[in-house]
Every structure is written in C-alpha cells, then in structure tokens.
C-alpha cells in the first residue's frame, strides 16, 4: 500500500485512493465499519474509490479504512521510494 499524505492534523488519504472491497468485521473496529458505510453514502467514496482527500486521526485508522481490516500500518504504508512509514518516522525522529 502506497504511503498518501501525512498531514500535522494526521493522516490523509488522498483523493482517488482504491478501497478493499471485501471488509472483516471481526479485525475493524465499528467505528471503521460505520465510517465506511458512511462516507459511501455521502459520495466521498464512489465505487471503492475515494471522491475526495480523507483526513484520519491515526495512519492505523486511515489503513484500516482503505484495507478493510486490521493491520499493523507502519510497515504496510510506504512511499514512492518504497520506503515505509516507520522508516520515515525514525528518519524524522534521528534526524
């Protein structure tokens, strides 16, 4: 999974970004579930597609929302360069 955005408010998940279809309502948490269920509704995702930026409180929650399940993000995200997120934040932290 590519790494999208982060932001100082937490993390986005970019406009256009594809979602899991498949969802494991036994690994999400509700609130997932729900937020899912919801933005699909309000047209922020079409089609498994997100329709707009995506802004989320933690990157586990903005994996969680994309994948369909739980999963331990920082080593799941990744940039451009193939770099994951916990690389970039211990880059960030020793430098």
């Known amino acids: 999974m590519q790494l999208e955005k982060l932001h100082r408010e937490g993390f986005v998940v970019l406009q ?3 979602l899991n279809e498949k ?3 036994k690994s999400l948490s509700n609130g997932i579930v729900k937020l899912r269920e919801k933005w ?4 922020k995702v079409k089609d ?10 933690s ?4 994996a969680d929302f994309v994948l369909g399940y739980s999963v331990s993000d920082p080593q799941v995200w990744k ?7 916990k690389e970039i934040e211990a880059e960030k932290d020793n430098g």
């Open 48 to 57: 498994w597609v997100t329709t707009e930026d995506l802004l989320f409180s």
């Open 79 to 85: 940039n451009v360069d193939g770099k994951s997120l």
């Open 16 to 18: 256009g970004a594809r």
């Open 40 to 43: 699909m509704a309000d047209k």
């Open 23 to 25: 969802l494991s309502t």
């Open 59 to 62: 990157s586990s929650a903005a």
